[in-house]
């Protein structure tokens, strides 16, 4: 059985203050421990959160890393700085870090196995194009990133790995994958960690969607035997929007 997780990806939103109080608001109303339940804030708030959630179940995560661990790197953030700032967690391989900051598999691969190495649990984002799935070329496309952002991860580190299913075109847009099509790219991703790894790490990891996932959508999403859970970008800023998405997914799997 697999624990259900939900995240909050903040972006480039939120000031320390805002951070620290959006932090707290949720830290106060989550009671549960069946669903794992993270944030990750900019990096500048990092430690802010890590202070405001002191004593819940909440896990703070990173919304990239470096694959250097120190150096001359300006601007980088090295998967050491966030363990030491208070993560358990990072998200590698957003879309936005794909489509603006020229991301690769192969980058993200490196930033996969540098962010595992220092202990830190990790996301891995994969999601096709509008045009690539109206091309036809979603499993080719998706089954893609899985295999070359996952070439040197061993069995065991595998185990460290969450996926985040996110088609591109549902990211802030609004538009959501109805549960089938969902359903659909989440069994492929299960299957092929079947064909990398084995049996019991496919039904292992957990692979959560994300895409303009709201109250309204969480239950029907979450009813879908493959999907593990939420990446939450737009309606995880505030409080309320937030933890109405945990609830309603409590009240699937109660
Ligand atoms: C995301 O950025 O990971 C995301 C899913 O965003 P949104 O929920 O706003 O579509």
New binding site residues.
Partial sequence: MRTPIIFG?W?MNKTIGEARELAGSIARKIATDRIEIGVAPPFTSLTAVRDSIKGSSIHLAAQNVYWEMEGAFTGEISPKFAVDSGCDYAIIG???RRQYFGETNHTVNKKLKSSLSVGLKTIL?VGELLKQREAGKMEAVVGGQIRECMVGISTSEVRSVVV?Y?PVW????GKTATPGQAQEVHSFIRSLLKELYDEEISQLLRIQY????KRDNASILMKEADIDGF??????LEAESFLEIIEKSLEVIA
């Fill in positions: 990806n972006k957003h879309s936005e984002c985040a996110e549902a990211i802030g847009t994300g895409g303009s996932v990446l939450v970008g737009g309606a995880s």
